[in-house]
């Protein structure tokens, strides 16, 4: 399945170090969305943007920050990020609210 | 607040039939999707309801009462690639928020 698309696939990285994650939807989407999946926890929605608009913006830490250059690409910068912050981050793309497609997924380690 | 309930885990065994519940409190209803997810693997759609009664496909169906915050998923004649994670989640608006379950883990058995 190729249409989303995330990279790097496996992070690994200090509390102190700086590093974005990469998303990339083929399906000619208007909109994509950042999850975060925890082990023993519901799948949590961070941030959706529709439209290169952010319009959800789930009380994520300031620590992770979105950006959306085009209705294709989706960015996750994190910085000063804290141990609980190692889980795996999803990446998802929809047309309007219809189903959520999603990436393979980045699992970050934070040391 | 926002609520969503399924059971932690399941089995059953080949062939057989499982109904995986989801029962659901959110401030608004624009649609319930259930999605399967496999061990290491992203989620992947499986269905979705937005107005009461049974939506069938193939193997998979997926009912909803509005009126009872209510929804299950039917899986029959299992296989044992059927044994993953399903996760039940709702759309409380129309910004594509979604609301996730913390999701059924079933095993099939033979």
């Known amino acids: 399945e190729t249409g989303v698309t995330q990279t790097p696939r496996h992070l690994v990285m200090g509390m102190t170090n700086k590093k974005s994650l990469k998303c990339e939807q083929h399906l000619g989407h208007n909109a994509m969305y950042w999850y975060k999946q925890s082990a023993k926890k519901p799948l949590e929605l961070m941030f959706v943007y529709s439209l290169e608009e952010r319009v959800e913006n789930n009380s994520v830490p300031s620590r992770f920050s979105p950006e959306c250059p085009n209705s294709s690409h989706l960015f996750l910068h994190l910085h000063t990020l804290q141990p609980e912050d190692s889980a795996l981050y999803l990446c998802?793309?929809?047309?309007?609210?219809?189903?959520?497609?999603f990436g393979p997924g980045t699992r970050l380690t934070v040391t | 607040g926002q609520n969503i309930d399924q059971p932690t885990e399941m089995t059953a065994t080949e062939g057989a039939i499982v109904q995986i519940n989801c029962t659901y409190q959110?401030?608004?209803?624009?649609?319930l999707f259930w999605y399967q997810q496999h061990a290491g693997e992203a989620p992947t759609f499986l269905s979705y309801n937005v107005l009461d009664g049974l939506e069938e496909k193939g193997r998979f169906s997926s009912f909803l009462s509005r009126s009872k915050g209510y929804s299950y998923l039917l899986l029959k004649e299992l296989q044992m690639k059927d044994s993953a994670s399903y996760l039940c989640a709702v759309s409380p608006g129309n910004t594509g928020k979604l609301i996730f379950g913390q999701g059924t883990t079933l095993q099939v058995k033979p």
């Open positions: 998802a793309s929809s047309q309007d609210t219809y189903e959520q497609y």
């Open positions: 959110t401030s608004g209803f624009n649609g």
